[in-house]
Protein backbone atom coordinates (compact mmCIF):
# COMPACT_ATOMS: atom_id res chain seq x y z
CA UNK A 1 0.00 0.00 0.00
CA UNK A 2 1.18 3.78 -0.97
CA UNK A 3 -0.28 6.77 0.30
CA UNK A 4 0.60 9.86 -1.82
CA UNK A 5 0.11 13.86 -0.61
CA UNK A 6 1.03 16.26 -3.30
CA UNK A 7 1.29 19.76 -2.35
CA UNK A 8 2.73 23.17 -4.10
CA UNK A 9 -0.60 23.98 -6.20
CA UNK A 10 -1.65 27.64 -6.45
CA UNK A 11 -2.55 30.52 -8.43
CA UNK A 12 0.14 31.53 -10.99
CA UNK A 13 0.35 33.98 -14.03
CA UNK A 14 0.81 33.26 -17.28
CA UNK A 15 4.89 32.73 -17.72
CA UNK A 16 5.70 31.58 -13.93
CA UNK A 17 6.53 28.63 -12.34
CA UNK A 18 5.53 26.38 -9.36
CA UNK A 19 6.66 23.43 -8.53
CA UNK A 20 4.46 20.43 -7.42
CA UNK A 21 5.55 17.74 -4.91
CA UNK A 22 4.52 14.37 -4.00
CA UNK A 23 5.60 12.46 -0.79
CA UNK A 24 4.44 8.88 -0.78
CA UNK A 25 4.61 6.55 2.35
CA UNK A 26 5.76 3.34 2.42
CA UNK A 27 8.92 1.39 2.14
CA UNK A 28 8.78 0.11 -1.32
CA UNK A 29 8.85 3.73 -3.15
CA UNK A 30 12.14 3.07 -5.15
CA UNK A 31 10.49 0.12 -6.82
CA UNK A 32 7.68 1.89 -7.53
CA UNK A 33 7.39 4.23 -11.53
CA UNK A 34 5.55 7.40 -10.64
CA UNK A 35 4.07 9.71 -12.69
CA UNK A 36 1.73 13.34 -12.82
CA UNK A 37 -1.34 13.47 -14.41
CA UNK A 38 -4.10 16.47 -14.71
CA UNK A 39 -7.65 17.03 -15.10
CA UNK A 40 -9.50 20.12 -16.05
CA UNK A 41 -12.91 21.09 -15.81
CA UNK A 42 -15.46 18.93 -17.88
CA UNK A 43 -11.88 17.16 -19.00
CA UNK A 44 -10.41 13.54 -18.79
CA UNK A 45 -7.24 13.01 -16.85
CA UNK A 46 -4.66 13.40 -18.98
CA UNK A 47 -1.27 11.92 -18.68
CA UNK A 48 1.79 14.46 -18.44
CA UNK A 49 4.93 13.11 -17.07
CA UNK A 50 6.13 10.31 -15.75
CA UNK A 51 9.70 8.52 -14.72
CA UNK A 52 10.73 5.17 -13.77
CA UNK A 53 11.81 3.78 -10.27
CA UNK A 54 15.81 4.88 -10.32
CA UNK A 55 14.56 8.48 -12.06
CA UNK A 56 16.90 7.77 -15.23
CA UNK A 57 14.19 7.24 -17.79
CA UNK A 58 11.66 9.89 -18.14
CA UNK A 59 8.60 10.28 -20.80
CA UNK A 60 6.61 13.32 -21.46
CA UNK A 61 3.41 14.53 -23.09
CA UNK A 62 3.69 16.68 -26.40
CA UNK A 63 1.87 19.40 -24.17
CA UNK A 64 4.61 19.92 -21.81
CA UNK A 65 7.76 19.26 -23.29
CA UNK A 66 10.44 21.74 -22.91
CA UNK A 67 8.25 23.21 -20.10
CA UNK A 68 7.94 20.71 -17.38
CA UNK A 69 10.46 18.18 -15.61
CA UNK A 70 9.48 15.32 -13.27
CA UNK A 71 12.56 14.14 -10.72
CA UNK A 72 12.56 12.28 -7.76
CA UNK A 73 14.69 11.66 -4.44
CA UNK A 74 14.27 7.96 -3.37
CA UNK A 75 16.04 9.10 0.25
CA UNK A 76 13.20 11.13 0.44
CA UNK A 77 10.21 9.41 -0.90
CA UNK A 78 8.94 12.39 -2.44
CA UNK A 79 8.70 12.74 -6.74
CA UNK A 80 9.03 16.73 -7.83
CA UNK A 81 7.26 18.17 -10.79
CA UNK A 82 9.00 21.42 -12.17
CA UNK A 83 6.29 23.29 -14.14
CA UNK A 84 7.77 26.79 -15.91
CA UNK A 85 6.56 28.67 -18.46
CA UNK A 86 2.97 28.24 -17.46
CA UNK A 87 -0.06 28.86 -19.66
CA UNK A 88 -3.92 29.24 -19.07
CA UNK A 89 -4.47 25.45 -20.47
CA UNK A 90 -1.82 23.96 -17.37
CA UNK A 91 -4.77 25.25 -15.36
CA UNK A 92 -6.09 21.82 -13.69
CA UNK A 93 -5.97 19.63 -10.74
CA UNK A 94 -2.78 17.65 -10.77
CA UNK A 95 -2.62 14.18 -9.48
CA UNK A 96 0.69 11.91 -8.60
CA UNK A 97 0.32 8.60 -9.39
CA UNK A 98 2.56 5.25 -8.24
CA UNK A 99 2.36 2.17 -10.32
CA UNK A 100 4.23 -1.36 -9.75
CA UNK A 101 6.26 -0.81 -12.64
CA UNK A 102 9.50 -0.08 -12.78
CA UNK A 103 8.64 2.36 -15.91
CA UNK A 104 7.93 5.03 -16.93
CA UNK A 105 4.08 4.57 -18.01
CA UNK A 106 1.90 6.87 -19.50
CA UNK A 107 -1.04 4.25 -19.83
CA UNK A 108 -3.27 5.62 -16.84
CA UNK A 109 -4.67 1.98 -16.20
CA UNK A 110 -1.04 0.93 -15.16
CA UNK A 111 -1.49 3.37 -11.88
CA UNK A 112 -2.82 1.44 -8.16
CA UNK A 113 -2.22 4.56 -6.04
CA UNK A 114 -3.50 8.46 -6.32
CA UNK A 115 -2.91 11.19 -4.68
CA UNK A 116 -5.95 14.12 -3.59
CA UNK A 117 -4.65 16.19 -5.87
CA UNK A 118 -3.51 19.61 -5.78
CA UNK A 119 -4.90 22.54 -7.98
CA UNK A 120 -2.90 24.96 -10.48
CA UNK A 121 -4.41 27.88 -11.81
CA UNK A 122 -2.64 29.63 -14.09
CA UNK A 123 -4.33 33.39 -15.24
CA UNK A 124 -3.62 35.16 -18.26
Known amino acids: QVQLIESGGGLVQAGGSLRLSCVASGRAFGGYGMGWFRQAPGKEREFVVAINWSGRSTIYADSVKGRFTISRDNAKNTVYLQMNSLKPEDTAVYYC?????????????????WGQGTQVTVSS
Open 97 to 113: AAARLEGPVADIEKYAY
